[in-house]
């Protein structure tokens, strides 16, 4: 029975080469539909009530789960801590790893989108009849993107006055600060109670995980969906007509996920950057299909347990604040996106317009909402701070959708980076339960 069991597991193909396998297989039935039936009307049919349903709801499952999964991590990874002086090394750690990164990402937008110039030359023509396309999208984004909170009202927001409104609203930044808070006193407490909620905790954790593993079998057929959607109803045609656009933003992409992130995991971890990217594709497949961190989430933590053998209390308290909190893939999006419509609409941008720009990318990553799309009422604001229309966000929206799936691979390749950077050293360092021990009293005892 042993050596059945064996020989099923060797014949059984892993997860990440279905969900590859159903990526190809989606793409290619989408493009030979594009190619012989972009007008038959079975098409819009099949995309509208076949695949378009079983991608969004296996996203809905997973998001159905995700405030569950944010919470309990975050809390397990703060209590797990030990005491207050580990938190605040693992806290410092990844601030640290985590502004670096991010400011090389935007760095190298800049420099790629001022070196190639992708918006010059572009048919203004086409840019105004896909403009005009995508009206009704743009002005439901311009929407949305007024109603983004900013300035002090945007800090005083990641404080939420009813954590439950909160989380009914999605409010990610805001549940988990109330679960970094909640974290903390739970690792100040140490008594049976505080014991017992810890263990409540790390079993609606546990439970939430075995839930996610179950939706994620289905993640090759949702990816198929996904991809013959995005084939049969735009094809290529998009992608070549902003082909300048897109391909500097993959190539900003590629550079800082080959080269910068080689270099940091080989300087800081002395791991193989390849044995690196070899543990993690599994997640990376997931984020590139779904486009959404989020979603990404419980493979990404189960990767860097399992496959990268990292402390499962550092792991989770980086991965679930790196999930909101570090998108790298964002920032370099944001960049390259403001500089090309500037570019477009002959807007010469100063080097202090730019350091904004670079500033604002930064913060954007910081807080986006880890879902499809999410990054684009952030390029919206951006862009009015410098004067560019907003209404511009328009035209990219066609290629979108390609550029979110390539974007999202970099931020979980980025947070499973900064996991394994800040695990360094961590592997053995002691955790005690309880607060911080009381400096001996110098009083004398009468």
């Given at each position: 029975m042993a050596a059945t069991k064996a020989r099923t597991e060797k014949r059984s193909v892993a997860l990440h080469v279905q969900m590859l396998i159903g990526f190809l297989f989606g793409l290619a039935a989408g493009l030979i539909v594009y190619t012989t039936q972009s007008d038959a009307p079975w098409v819009e049919t099949?995309?509208?009530?076949?695949?378009?349903?079983?991608?969004?709801?296996?996203?809905?499952?997973?998001?159905?789960?995700?405030?569950?999964?944010?919470?309990?991590?975050?809390?397990?990874?703060?209590?797990?801590?030990?005491?207050?002086?580990?938190?605040?090394?693992?806290?410092?750690?990844?601030?640290?790893?985590?502004?670096?990164?991010?400011?090389?990402?935007?760095a190298i937008a800049l420099a790629a989108a001022n070196l190639l110039q992708p918006g010059a030359g572009v048919d203004r023509a086409l840019a105004n009849e896909l403009l005009a396309q995508s009206a009704e999208r743009t002005g439901a984004l311009l929407e949305t993107s007024a109603e983004q909170p900013s300035g002090v009202q945007a800090l005083l927001n990641i404080i939420p006055r009813n954590v439950?409104?909160?989380?009914?609203?999605?409010?990610?930044?805001?549940?988990?600060?109330?679960?970094?808070?909640?974290?903390?006193?739970?690792?100040?407490?140490?008594?049976?109670?505080?014991?017992?909620?810890?263990?409540?905790i790390e079993g609606l954790f546990s439970v939430t995980m075995r839930l996610i593993e179950f939706i994620i079998r289905l993640a090759p057929i949702a990816v198929a969906a996904f991809m013959f959607n995005l084939a049969a109803v735009f094809g290529w045609d998009l992608l070549v007509r902003l082909g300048a656009y897109a391909g500097v933003v993959v190539l900003a992409l590629a550079v800082h996920m080959f080269i910068t992130y080689s270099i940091a995991i080989k300087l800081f971890t002395g791991r193989s950057p390849l044995g690196f990217f070899r543990d993690i594709q599994e997640a990376m497949v997931m984020a590139f299909s779904t486009a959404s961190s989020n979603a990404t989430l419980p493979t990404a933590l189960r990767v860097a347990e399992d496959n990268l053998k990292l402390p499962p209390r550092v792991s989770r308290f980086v991965l679930t604040i790196g999930a909101t909190a570090n998108q790298n893939g964002t920032a370099i999006f944001e960049g390259v996106t403001v500089l090309f419509l500037a570019q477009f609409?002959?807007?010469?941008?100063?080097?202090?317009?730019?350091?904004?720009?670079?500033?604002?990318?930064?913060?954007?990553?910081?807080?986006?909402?880890?879902?499809?799309?999410g990054s684009l009422p952030v390029v919206v604001i951006i862009l009015a701070m410098v004067g560019v229309p907003p209404e511009a966000i328009g035209l990219i929206l066609g290629v979108d959708r390609f550029l979110d799936m390539c974007r999202t691979a970099l931020?979980?390749?980025?947070?499973?980076?900064i996991a394994t950077m800040v695990s360094r050293g961590e592997e053995h360092a002691p955790v005690v339960k309880g607060p911080p021990p009381r400096e001996p009293s110098t009083v004398p005892t009468p």
């Open positions: 099949v995309t509208t009530y076949v695949t378009g349903p079983i991608g969004e709801i296996f996203l809905r499952l997973l998001f159905m789960l995700v405030i569950p999964l944010l919470f309990s991590a975050l809390v397990v990874g703060i209590a797990e801590m030990g005491d207050i002086r580990s938190l605040k090394r693992v806290g410092l750690k990844t601030l640290f790893f985590t502004i670096l990164l991010s400011g090389i990402a935007v439950f409104a909160a989380a009914a609203a999605n409010d990610i930044l805001a549940v988990m600060f109330f679960a970094l808070v909640f974290g903390i006193g739970l690792l100040l407490v140490d008594n049976p109670a505080a014991q017992r909620l810890q263990e409540a609409f002959g807007y010469e941008l100063t080097l202090w317009q730019q350091t904004t720009v670079l500033l604002m990318c930064i913060l954007g990553g910081i807080g986006t909402a880890g879902v499809p799309a931020n979980v390749t980025g947070d499973l980076a």
